[in-house]
């Protein structure tokens, strides 16, 4: 048996732009759905939901199949969490609050086997395909996707050094937490956030990399792609969820 190929990673890198969706809802029945409605990646997110390991390979298993590649993003830049998603199947990792080089270095060594990194040996795991595919330990660095995200105002200090480890396939701006980083709390259509958002994403193309955000608006997510975003989601499940159904409850209310 093969390795699964990662088509995600081969898309960035081929500067082909990938449209995904932001999935919190912790359900592999959602994600299912989700991942039937034609985007190119869907995110499965542990920061920011109260999802755990178990949850997130029920929605790895439910994006089986589908256009739709999953990548996950782990609560923290930690070597335990992170080799937990990849041994349940992750290929793809978006490691949250990367502000510097070494922290940038760390995620891809958490990612890779030794001598390259840390990463340890687990023989019959979901990613081994329970030990079927054939030299998984050698061939998984190459379809593995590491993907950091530059939130602080330090990390886009950081962002060209970060850009130059080897391994980093893209470099996401969290725009929420930048925006609040730079002074602008909650605000994150403030001209100096925006112009440091539109700014990154150039920078980040200049070297070589893949740029990425979560816009939940038509017009910003057009923006970013306008300028050289290449991995844009351009809405939140649970979002569209609470919004759509006030409005429908709003309807037969009046």
Same mark, same amino acid.
């Given at each position: 048996m093969?390795?699964p190929v990662?088509t995600f990673k081969r898309?960035?890198k081929?500067?082909k ?7 919190s ?5 959602v994600t ?8 190119? %990646?869907?995110l499965?997110d542990?920061?920011h ?5 178990q949850?997130? $390979?029920g929605q790895?298993?439910?994006? $089986?199949?589908s256009?739709s =590649?999953?990548?996950v993003?782990?609560? %923290?830049?930690? $070597?335990?969490?992170i ?6 199947g992750a290929?793809s990792l978006l ?7 070494e922290e ?5 060594a958490y990612t890779r086997?030794p001598p390259?990194?840390v990463?340890?040996?687990?023989g ?9 595919v054939?030299?998984? +330990?050698?061939k ?6 590491v ?6 105002r ?5 962002l060209e050094?970060?850009?130059s480890?080897?391994?980093?396939d893209?470099?996401f701006?969290g725009? @929420?937490?930048?925006?609040a980083g730079?002074? =602008? ?5 403030h001209?100096? @956030?925006q112009a ?6 150039r ?8 740029p990425?955000?979560l816009?939940?608006?038509d017009?910003?997510?057009?923006? @970013?792609?306008?300028?050289?975003a290449l +991995?844009?989601a351009v809405?939140s499940?649970l979002?569209m969820l609470?919004?759509e159904?006030?409005k429908?409850a709003a309807?037969f209310?009046?």
């Amino acid at each position: 048996m093969d390795i699964p190929v990662n088509t995600f990673k081969r898309a960035i890198k081929a500067g082909k732009p990938q449209i995904g969706l932001w999935c919190s809802t912790c359900s592999p029945y959602v994600t299912e759905a989700l991942a039937g409605s034609g985007f190119d %990646w869907l995110l499965i997110d542990t920061e920011h939901s109260p999802s755990d390991l178990q949850e997130v $390979m029920g929605q790895l298993q439910a994006c $089986m199949g589908s256009p739709s =590649h999953p990548i996950v993003r782990p609560a %923290w830049n930690d $070597m335990v969490l992170i080799k937990r998603y990849l041994d349940a199947g992750a290929q793809s990792l978006l490691i949250p609050y990367v502000q510097t080089e070494e922290e940038a270095k760390n995620a891809v060594a958490y990612t890779r086997y030794p001598p390259e990194g840390v990463r340890g040996l687990g023989g019959t795991t979901r990613a081994t395909r329970f030990g079927r595919v054939k030299d998984y +330990f050698r061939k998984a660095s190459d379809e593995i996707c590491v993907l950091v995200q530059i939130e602080t105002r330090l990390g886009l200090d950081n962002l060209e050094k970060i850009a130059s480890v080897e391994g980093i396939d893209g470099l996401f701006i969290g725009p @929420a937490d930048l925006s609040a980083g730079l002074g =602008h709390l909650g605000n994150q259509n403030h001209p100096q @956030a925006q112009a440091a958002i539109d700014g990154a994403i150039r920078r980040i193309r200049a070297c070589g990399k893949a740029p990425g955000i979560l816009w939940n608006d038509d017009t910003l997510s057009r923006r @970013a792609l306008d300028n050289g975003a290449l +991995f844009v989601a351009v809405g939140s499940d649970l979002l569209m969820l609470a919004r759509e159904t006030e409005k429908l409850a709003a309807k037969f209310r009046s």
